[in-house]
T-cell receptor, first 114, second 114 residues
Framework: AQSVTQPDIHITVSEGASLELRCNYS??????LFWYVQSPGQGLQLLLK??????LVQGIKGFEAEFKRSQSSFNLRKPSVHWSDAAEYFC????????????FGKGTMLLVSP | DAGVTQSPTHLIKTRGQQVTLRCSPK?????VSWYQQALGQGPQFIFQ???????QRGNFPDRFSGHQFPNYSSELNVNALLLGDSALYLC?????????????FGEGSWLTVV
């Protein structure tokens, strides 16, 4: 069965520092890959997605993610974190064939310190 | 253009009661999915509706049922509520069938079962 692992439950980063959130997936074939962000009490907002092509994907709010097939990873990065980036981040995958349903990781809570 | 809208925003129910949550998809979207997000967890897929039929279902008991109307809006019904059903229920819509379409989420309905 497919699964998504986000090994870090919480991460604290100083404002202005760089950020990397890890995501590993287990799947029969390379799935579609997504990162979503959820602010407290809010729904999910799509940051970026990888379908094919360039393995470095640019998203909104200055985020990027790199797909590494050999490591089954899709890590999210940002060069300089802002206090407004504090939120929960979810990695998700979807099968390439069939219907558009998502399997999510358990999320990583990002805390930004001044 | 309104995005995915859900109602109610918050509600409290007693064990054993029944609840109905509602969702209007983003304009132009005809596929609606429901997810359950327990506290501290990632969203879990409940089921997906397309052309007024349940097309795919996750690992949820029959107490969870749904409906899709001709205008593509959808309802999620949960019978015989348990304390463990307390969660954020997210509705997601996507355009047409097929994997890889961008999935948009609503703000969710917070259900508390006491």
């Amino acid at each position: 069965a497919q699964s998504v692992t986000q090994p870090d439950i919480h991460i604290t980063v100083s404002e202005g520092a760089s950020l990397e959130l890890r995501c590993n997936y287990s799947y029969g074939a390379t799935p579609y890959l997504f990162w979503y962000v959820q602010s407290p009490g809010q729904g999910l907002q799509l940051l970026l997605k990888y379908f094919s092509g360039d393995t470095l994907v640019q998203g909104i709010k200055g985020f990027e993610a790199e797909f590494k097939r050999s490591q089954s990873s899709f890590n999210l990065r940002k060069p300089s974190v802002h206090w407004s980036d504090a939120a929960e981040y979810f990695c998700a995958v979807a099968r390439r064939s069939g219907y558009s349903t998502l399997t999510f990781g358990k999320g990583t809570m990002l805390l930004v310190s001044p | 253009d309104a995005g995915v809208t859900q109602s109610p925003t918050h509600l409290i129910k007693t064990r054993g009661q029944q609840v109905t949550l509602r969702c209007s998809p983003k304009s132009g979207h005809d596929t609606v999915s429901w997810y359950q997000q327990a506290l501290g967890q990632g969203p879990q897929f409940i089921f997906q509706y397309y052309e007024e039929e349940e097309r795919q279902r996750g690992n949820f008991p029959d107490r969870f049922s749904g409906h899709q109307f001709p205008n593509y809006s959808s309802e999620l019904n949960v019978n015989a509520l348990l304390l463990g059903d307390s969660a954020l229920y997210l509705c997601a819509s996507s355009p047409r069938q097929g994997a890889g379409n961008t999935i948009y989420f609503g703000e969710g309905s917070w259900l508390t079962v006491v």
